[in-house]
């Protein structure tokens, strides 16, 4: 059984200042996909990383896939009270029949104030 | 819209009710996925669907899930004999899927359905 965890489970902070949430594993993942979920709606993917040390830059947030493919960051530059809400990590299985199939993370429920 | 879609958005129903759920994935889309979701944490798996092939089920999934996706388009997931236990958002998702690598596994997420078992 694949297991991520996902750290912290809460986070609230002040508007402009810089966050970071975790992803670790022991398992193998063939990707790792981050999204964001506001209350009663589905979550929305905001970036998939595919190969071990990929970084990838969305305006703000910065993404991190581990050299072993086994963890990930999620990095918030100047956090504003926009991004208030659900971040969930997801591992996709490496092989066999669950090949794509996604393990989440508990979650990081962030409160940005202004 | 192209996304996928879910309905009904909330659904309130009684102890020992059937209810079922529908999923219209993104076109195209050949592989769906089940999860469910309880309040704090994240989705958890319960089964999912190659085309019209259901490859896998969760331990979760007890005798009284069932879904299916009779023409490789859309799905529906059916609950019989509800319990409180069942309240929750189930969620659907979609990705090609077929093995076309990493990227193309990347899966899409519907709004969910709310269940409310009283």
């Known amino acids: 059984t694949q297991l991520l965890e996902q750290s912290p489970q809460f986070l609230s902070i002040q508007e402009g200042e810089n966050l970071t949430v975790y992803c670790n594993s022991s398992?193998?993942?063939?990707?790792l996909q981050w999204y964001r979920q506001e209350p009663g709606e589905g979550p929305v993917l905001l970036v998939t990383v595919v190969t071990g040390g990929e970084v990838k830059k969305l305006k703000r947030l910065t993404f991190q896939f581990g050299d072993a493919r086994k963890d990930s960051s999620l990095h918030i530059t100047a956090a504003q009270p926009g991004d208030t809400g659900l971040y969930l990590c997801?591992?996709?299985?490496?092989?066999?029949?669950?090949?794509?199939?996604?393990?989440f993370g508990q979650g990081t429920i962030l409160t940005v104030h202004p | 819209d192209t996304g996928v879609s879910q309905n009904p958005r909330h659904k309130i129903t009684k102890r020992g009710q059937n209810v079922t759920f529908r999923c219209d994935p993104i076109?195209?889309?050949?592989?769906l996925y089940w999860y469910r979701q309880t309040l704090g944490q994240g989705p958890e798996f319960l089964t999912y669907f190659q085309n019209e092939a259901q490859l896998e089920k969760s331990r979760l999934l007890s005798d009284r899930f069932s879904a299916e996706r009779p023409k490789g388009s859309f799905s529906t997931l059916e609950i019989q004999r509800t319990e409180q236990g069942d309240s929750a958002m189930y969620l659907c998702?979609?990705?090609?899927?077929?093995?076309?690598?990493?990227?193309?596994?990347?899966?899409?997420f519907g709004p969910g359905t709310r269940l409310l078992v009283l």
């Open positions: 997801a591992g996709a299985t490496a092989g066999g029949t669950s090949y794509g199939k996604l393990t």
């Open positions: 076109s195209e889309h050949n592989r």
């Open positions: 398992s193998v993942f063939s990707s």
């Open positions: 998702a979609s990705s090609l899927g077929a093995f076309r690598g990493p990227r193309q596994e990347t899966q899409y």
